[in-house]
């Protein structure tokens, strides 16, 4: 299965996710984490334009994110996941369609996307943007509040709507990371079919 991280940037799915990744190993479960963009040549050209070491237009942006995103799904995730593999992924399609989509029409971001597997499963980790500007200062990533606000609307209008809604789960980002977590791992254990404990923090949309 495919299990992607979502949120603004600050939200904590880099440190969830690898926190994922390893308990899933240390309960027995073939597991690898990733991330998008990738570290492939496109990616890295993704990467370039984002830290502002590269200008790029944002519908040449956007074309990029979609053929990383193909690349990943050829070279990593399809192979995988047919081995019986959780891929674990830091971002997948729901960033391209809440940042690029807040900024161009959604139906081309969509069709962009058309081969892109749906993940099984979405983890949203909602935080107020004023933090996630906290957590991020200082780390090279510049996005204005009211920025951050768009793309945290553009993100909970799609996870309302369907396909979104029958697989995304939203946990709250603002409490302590071992909370987080704990939601995060009832969550995909619940999913995986495994006995948990009742879950607590979130939200199934």
């Known amino acids: 299965m495919l299990i992607a991280f979502e949120g603004i940037d600050g939200s904590g799915k880099t440190t969830q996710s690898k926190k994922l990744h390893e308990k899933l190993e240390s309960l027995g479960?073939?597991?690898?984490?990733?991330?998008?963009?990738?570290?492939?040549?496109?990616?890295?050209?993704?990467?370039e334009a984002l830290e502002g070491r590269k200008k790029l237009d944002i519908r040449t942006l956007a074309l990029l994110f979609a053929a990383d995103r193909l690349?990943?799904?050829?070279n990593?995730?399809?192979?995988?996941?047919?081995?019986?593999?959780?891929?674990?992924?830091?971002?997948y399609?729901?960033?391209?369609?809440?940042?690029?989509?807040?900024?161009?029409p959604l139906?081309?971001?969509?069709?962009?996307?058309?081969?892109?597997?749906?993940p099984n499963l979405v983890i949203y980790l909602d935080l107020d943007p004023k933090?996630?500007?906290?957590?991020?200062?200082g780390k090279g990533i510049y996005h204005s509040l009211e920025r951050l606000e768009k793309i945290?609307?553009?993100?909970?209008e799609l996870i309302e709507e369907r396909p979104w809604r029958d697989c995304t789960y939203i946990v709250d980002a603002s409490s302590e990371e071992d909370e987080v977590f704990s939601s995060v791992l009832n969550i995909t254990l619940s999913v995986l079919g495994g006995e948990v404990n009742e879950v607590l923090s979130y939200r199934k949309c």
Do not use: C
């Open 71 to 74: 690349e990943h799904n050829i």
């Open 29 to 47: 479960f073939r597991s690898r984490w990733t991330m998008e963009p990738t570290s492939g040549p496109i990616g890295r050209v993704i990467k």
């Open 131 to 137: 933090e996630a500007l906290k957590r991020i200062r």
């Open 93 to 104: 399609l729901l960033s391209s369609l809440a940042y690029q989509g807040s900024e161009l």
């Open 107 to 118: 139906e081309w971001i969509y069709s962009l996307n058309q081969w892109a597997r749906m």
């Open 152 to 156: 945290r609307r553009m993100y909970l």
């Open 76 to 91: 990593e995730i399809r192979p995988l996941t047919e081995e019986g593999v959780i891929v674990i992924s830091d971002r």
